[in-house]
């Protein structure tokens, strides 16, 4: 089994920052990436930040410039830094790990979400 827990949304005015932590751990075999989702009610759920086990990254366009994804391999922890936070920000962020478990099998994990609130 492998788990994935995530940590730091709150509520922050316009403007604001805050910096995301995902945790992975488990029967883990490898991780190829990790990243982030988020969905406000009514939207669709949207791709935020993907790294890579080579280091490359992608980021959906609406964050570009303000968000900043970074990994500690030793914890097997996935950071994400959000700074210049916009009201359209606001919804619930989902941590994933795309791994290898120690069965070999490929799979997705999802943390619980935590919810990140930007608002005046």
């Known amino acids: 089994q492998v788990q994935v827990v995530e940590s730091g949304g709150d509520l922050v005015q316009p403007g604001g920052s805050l910096r995301l932590s995902c945790a992975a751990s488990?029967?883990?075999?490898?991780?190829?990436?990790m990243g982030w989702y988020r969905q406000a009610p009514g939207n669709q759920r949207e791709l935020v930040a993907r790294l890579t086990n080579s280091g490359g990254t992608d980021y959906a366009n609406s964050v570009k410039g303000r968000f900043t994804i970074s990994r500690d391999n030793a914890k097997n922890t996935v950071y994400l830094q959000m700074n210049s936070l916009k009201p359209e920000d606001t919804a619930l962020y989902y941590c994933?790990?795309?791994?290898?478990?120690?069965?070999?099998?490929?799979?997705?994990?999802w943390g619980q979400g935590t919810q990140v609130t930007v608002s005046s």
């Open positions: 994933y790990a795309d791994t290898d478990t120690l069965s070999r099998r490929r799979a997705n994990y």
């Open positions: 488990g029967s883990i075999f490898s991780i190829y990436a």
